[in-house]
């Protein structure tokens, strides 16, 4: 609001306290409608419904969690949910949870993931989605996964990959700096008997360390709230982004000790190469096409951090490197995503995907269901049958996709952000 509020400013700033002490908030926060498709250990796959009327076509998109926290990040709130804008694309949508990590998951390691849960993922949602190749979409610490498991198994059906915010290079994350004299005078010795005994990283400990990763703005936030009182967009999405930091999830012990000795300490993922389970994956034998995002404004994974991706995939067909606004989490799903890192996805999805030869047949609506068809829905899951979860009114999202524009001057902070590597046939930078 302006220092001296105007009419129209006051009105709308009561409108939203108004709705917020009535109705508890200002974000819609429904999840997208989705359906089970296949499950195992920490592994569930799920399909999100296509709207009414619209059949799914092109090739499928795999949305891959990371660890610690909860999968609405791709679907944070109706109107900034990256899982609403390719359904409404009429994109076949997909996404891999992992579900609550306890202590008896303190011995599962890293290679879990990479080696079984994200590959039988990709393979889950190919066959879904008719045999098609598969766009492998990660943030954060699942696009480290989706990267490392293009890498060690090359035969999988991927079409691309894609990493938001994955930092390939500790040394250049400001929040690891004031520790590294701790680790050498220790040898880590003190944090590793704390991971052991607690089985790994707790769900309070991991929230407490998200929320001090943006200080700053935890300090500011009651001041910028009063602020932006009238703003309905800018609360919806402080409240959207205060339930998914509310909704972390904890790490497991042996995971947590190789994040913490082979990339905090060794920082194993800058050389390119990385022991799991008694065997080397090399990133240099990755030979899909990989789209790399930094956020410019991004604590945790800064941009120097993520750019040191690009020269440890020397045979990808085509290594393209983007800085696009927001911080960790605002890259991928802030409101200047919609015209931003949205966009050049759209387009990277759209130059590696093959085309249709007929289109994709419609699925019928799903019938409601009542609460004891949802029990035995809940037994069938249990057996490893198709289980689906409630619809919504799904006329109502917002149709992102026809009214966002792209914001190309936002896209690419540096000029030289984009790379062909040695193996593409576009060798030629673009500005």
């Not at 010795?189 to 607690?198: D, F, K, P, V």
């Not at 703003?231 to 402080?238: K, M, N, R, S």
């Amino acid at each position: 609001m302006d220092l001296i509020p105007k009419p129209e400013q006051v009105v709308s700033a009561a409108s939203n306290v108004a709705h917020k002490l009535l109705y508890g908030g200002l974000a819609d926060l429904r999840p997208m409608p989705r359906t089970l498709i296949d499950d195992g250990p920490l592994r569930e796959v799920y399909h999100y419904r296509p709207l009414k009327d619209l059949a799914s076509t092109g090739d499928p998109i795999l949305f891959v969690t990371p660890l610690a926290a909860p999968a609405i990040c791709f679907d944070l709130r109706r109107g900034c949910s990256l899982v609403e804008h390719f359904v409404q694309q009429a994109r076949p949508t997909y996404l891999v949870e992992y579900g609550e990590i306890s202590f008896k998951d303190r011995n599962l390691g890293m290679e879990h993931w990479v080696e079984d849960v994200v590959p039988e993922a990709i393979k889950a949602v190919s066959q879904h989605a008719g045999g098609r190749p598969v766009h492998v979409v990660g943030w954060s610490l699942g696009g480290i996964f989706a990267v490392l498991v293009a890498a060690d198994q090359p035969d999988l059906p991927i079409a691309s990959v894609t990493a938001f915010g994955s930092p390939f290079d500790t040394t250049q994350v400001p929040l690891v700096a004031p520790l590294r004299p701790l680790l050498k005078l220790t040898d880590g010795a003190i944090i590793t008997q704390l991971y052991r005994l607690m089985g790994g990283a707790p769900k309070p400990i991991v929230t407490k360390a998200f929320q001090l990763s943006s200080f700053q703005k935890l300090l500011t936030k009651p001041l910028t709230k009063l602020v932006n009182l009238d703003d309905t967009e800018f609360l919806a999405q402080i409240e959207a982004v205060d339930r998914f930091s509310a909704n972390m999830i904890a790490y497991p012990g042996r995971t947590f000790g190789q994040l913490y000795h082979r990339m905090l300490k060794g920082n194993q993922l800058n050389l390119g190469i990385i022991d799991l389970n008694g065997h080397d994956i090399r990133t240099d034998t990755i030979q899909a096409p990989v789209l790399i995002f930094a956020g410019a404004t991004d604590g945790i994974a800064p941009i120097n951090a993520v750019k040191a991706l690009v020269p440890l995939l020397p045979n990808a067909r085509e290594v393209r490197f983007e800085i696009v606004p927001g911080g960790h989490l605002g890259m991928l799903t802030g409101r200047a995503a919609r015209t931003t890192s949205w966009v050049v996805l759209d387009e990277w999805i759209g130059q590696y995907s093959t085309p249709d030869n007929k289109p994709a047949p419609k699925k019928a609506a799903a019938r409601k269901r009542t609460p004891a068809k949802k029990a035995a829905t809940k037994k069938a899951a249990a057996k490893g049958v198709v289980v689906e979860e409630p619809d919504l009114d799904t006329e109502a999202v917002i149709d992102i996709a026809s009214t966002a524009q792209p914001d190309r001057a936002a896209i690419g902070a540096n000029r030289d952000r984009r790379f062909g590597s040695a193996s593409s046939r576009n060798l030629a930078r673009k500005p």
